[in-house]
Antibody, heavy 126, light 106 residues
């Protein structure tokens, strides 16, 4: 059974940092890309970033709203993906979800998402 | 960026009704569109991918269709368990979602 579990959320002051983790099981993590999404309270879904499998370079890409502040990494030996969030702003307050893609091409192109974690709440406030 | 315009934002229907939700892409996305259902406090759940392919385990009353840049999610014979917010998502170029449609079952 595929499982994804996010952790690391909490209350943080503006300008500070937080690292989220996505612990996975039930599939070949090393062969898979991973993505992060978020949902502000009462709002819709927003893509945050995506990391490719190492077989395809392992590079990460980000939404414009978080680029330069957020970094996704992966530890294939532990089947965990991380989202490092720096210089946090109040508008980063959201539930953050990690998700496993199903990709049409290679390991990172034309991907939809068939499994999601339960989410972890990040609150950025004084 | 590809914009996704979803309508209506809310709808209310009775058990057994057929409901349709529409999503329009700002440019061609070659039918690389998914639909998700999200219940309060829960993660999104994949319903449809590639515009019309039903995800395994999803009830057959859900269906998707496409016509150019316009996409439709249809729920036949609406059930109480279908009360949720539904999102379209394009995955042709990065990922963007529609604004969501909240479905209330009367």
């Amino acid at each position: 059974e595929v499982q994804l579990v996010e952790s690391g959320g909490g209350l943080v002051q503006p300008g500070r940092s937080l690292r989220l983790s996505c612990t996975t099981s039930g599939f070949m993590f090393g062969d898979s890309g991973m993505s992060w999404f978020r949902q502000a309270p009462g709002k819709g879904l927003e893509w945050v970033g995506f990391i490719r499998p190492k077989a395809y370079g392992g590079a990460a890409e980000y939404a414009a709203s978080v680029g330069g502040r957020f970094t996704i990494s992966r530890d294939d030996s532990k089947s965990i993906a991380h989202l490092q969030m720096n210089s946090l702003k109040t508008e980063d307050t959201a539930v953050y979800y990690c998700s496993r893609p199903v990709c049409v091409y290679d390991g990172y192109r034309l991907c939809y998402f068939d499994h999601w974690g339960q989410g972890t709440l990040v609150t950025v406030s004084t | 960026d590809i914009q996704m315009t979803q309508s209506p934002s809310t709808l209310s229907a009775s058990v057994g009704d057929r409901v349709t939700i529409t999503c329009r892409a700002s440019q061609s996305i070659d039918n690389f569109l998914a639909w998700y259902q999200q219940k309060p406090g829960k993660a999104p759940n994949l319903l449809i991918y590639k515009a019309s392919n039903l995800e395994s385990g999803v009830p057959s009353r859900f269906s998707g269709s496409a016509s150019g840049t316009e996409f439709t999610l249809t729920i036949n014979s609406l059930q109480p368990d279908d009360s949720a917010t539904y999102y379209c998502q394009q995955y042709y170029y990065y990922w963007t979602f529609g604004q969501g449609t909240k479905v209330e079952v009367k």
